[in-house]
T-cell receptor, first 112, second 113 residues
């Protein structure tokens, strides 16, 4: 069964304290892995798509990496405005362009 | 460039009632997917519409149904509401054959009492 597990569930950082969020996945052939940011009561905001092991994407203080079993979202020198829940999702090959399978997310809090 | 829009923002219904939620996709997108997100959980796939037909469906009962219109907008209908249907309902749009990325709207918060 296709599955996504994110860790930790919650992460509290001081401003400027770099860290990483983990997304482990089990899927019958990966079409793509997606990272989203979600603020409370809002819809997920698209961040990155990764398609193959070894691929990396960067945006401001965020960097996403992908291996055959997991993805990491590295946050460098975070600021309070980076506080949000970060969601990881996978899409399996063979199906249509639908059915993103999400993890439960990591809730990040950055204190000034 | 307008992003994905959803209406209404919030909705309160009573058990047994029926509800209709609406979604307009991002400009240039032709595919709409619906997700249910319970508090503290990741979104769960309900179904996807393309060319006015349901293309794929998740593990949701037949009480959940949908429709896509010629202008690519979509509706999600839920009949015989249960307390457990209380959630944030998210619509996502994408462009079939162009990209696998899905862009989400702000969601509709449904509360069933």
């Amino acid at each position: 069964e296709d599955q996504v597990t994110q860790s930790p569930e919650a992460l509290r950082l001081q401003e400027g304290e770099s860290s990483s969020l983990n997304c482990s996945y089990t899927v019958s052939g990966l079409r793509g892995l997606f990272w989203y940011r979600q603020d409370p009561g809002k819809g997920p905001e698209f961040l990155f798509t990764l398609y193959s092991a070894g691929e990396e994407k960067e945006k401001e203080r965020l960097k996403a990496t992908l291996t055959k079993k997991e993805s990491f979202l590295h946050i460098t020198a975070p600021k309070p405005e980076d506080s949000a829940t970060y969601l990881c999702a996978v899409q399996a090959r063979g199906g249509s362009q639908g059915n993103l399978i999400f993890g439960k997310g990591t809730k990040l809090s950055v204190k000034p | 460039d307008a992003g994905v829009t959803q209406s209404p923002t919030h909705l309160i219904k009573t058990r047994g009632q029926q509800v209709t939620l609406r979604c307009s996709p991002k400009s240039g997108h032709d595919t709409v997917s619906w997700y249910q997100q319970a508090l503290g959980q990741g979104p769960q796939f309900i179904f996807q519409y393309y060319e006015e037909e349901e293309r794929q469906r998740g593990n949701f009962p037949d009480r959940f149904s949908g429709h896509q219109f010629p202008n690519y907008s979509s509706e999600l209908n839920v009949n015989a509401l249960l307390l457990g249907d209380s959630a944030l309902y998210l619509c996502a749009s994408s462009s079939t054959g162009i990209s696998y990325e899905q862009y989400f709207g702000p969601g509709t918060r449904l509360t069933v009492t």
